[in-house]
């Protein structure tokens, strides 16, 4: 262990929420996701300007966090992803793909009103990033999407009969892309299990879905919308 010499007379501070310390860090386990979040909070408040995100590029050049993240059995950068992974999982932060002549990045954002408002607006094409970034739009193939018996097959498992009646069942509580979406994200986090998808869906229907649809807004227009079936004790009037 490398010895601390204590904090000089003069430094400078980084502002984290106090929710932070109350409701975040008893919940993580990963060091590695405690580290990135960290450092994106302290990148973010040395940020200028609207709106404040940082990208996977800026924080994989980030020496003292890639150094923090060296150790274990995976890579400094497979340690990245992993801890980018959980936090935008878990709500901490917010994330979006981005496209900037030709190539993805990956963006980041704080998950709080300015950072959900922002979201909202990148992804209505309202707001253009620096650097010529713009949202990615997929392709249109004319082709309807998969159903999602056969999204989770291709890219979870296997279809039980179980599985098969919890996707009916989420199939019926939340909006047609949520289901959708929500197995994207998982195979995306390298969360492969149905307890997962359903940890997101139910995340969704209490905080919100971060695609700008709040759920504060949807109360306005069916207040009885996300009350319905499995999960409807997730959901606060």
């Not at 109350?22 to 990148?43: C, F, G």
């Not at 498992?157 to 939340?174: F, H, K, N, W």
């Not at 995340?203 to 879905?209: F, L, N, Q, S, Y």
Request: net charge neutral; aromatic share 8%.
């Amino acid at each position: 262990m490398n010895q601390f010499h204590g904090f000089p007379a003069r430094m400078e501070f980084t502002s984290i929420p106090n929710v932070f310390f109350s409701s975040l860090l008893p919940a993580i386990e990963d060091m590695a996701e405690i580290k990135t979040t960290l450092h994106v909070m302290a990148q973010l408040y040395r940020k200028k300007g609207y709106p404040r995100y940082v990208s996977y590029t800026e924080l994989r050049g980030d020496a003292v966090l890639m150094g923090g993240l060296r150790g274990g059995e995976a890579s400094p950068e497979e340690a990245l992803r992993r801890g980018l992974g959980e936090a935008a999982g878990r709500g901490t932060l917010l994330h979006i793909r981005l496209e900037r002549d030709g190539a993805a990045e990956d963006i980041y954002l704080l998950n709080d009103e300015p950072g959900r408002q922002a979201l909202a607006r990148i992804e209505s094409g309202e707001l253009k990033l620096a650097g010529g970034m713009s949202a990615i739009t997929p392709p249109a193939t004319g082709e309807p999407p998969p159903d999602i018996f056969t999204l989770y097959e291709q890219n979870i498992g296997i279809l039980t009969p179980m599985i098969s009646d919890q996707l009916r069942d989420a199939e019926s509580s939340y909006p047609p892309d949520w289901v959708r979406d929500a197995i994207r994200e998982a195979v995306y986090h390298g969360k492969r299990k149905w307890s997962y998808i359903s940890a997101i869906l139910e995340r969704w229907a209490t905080e919100g879905k971060t695609d700008g649809t709040h759920q504060r807004d949807l109360k306005k227009t069916d207040p009885d919308r996300y009350i319905k079936g499995k999960y409807g004790h997730m959901v606060q009037r």
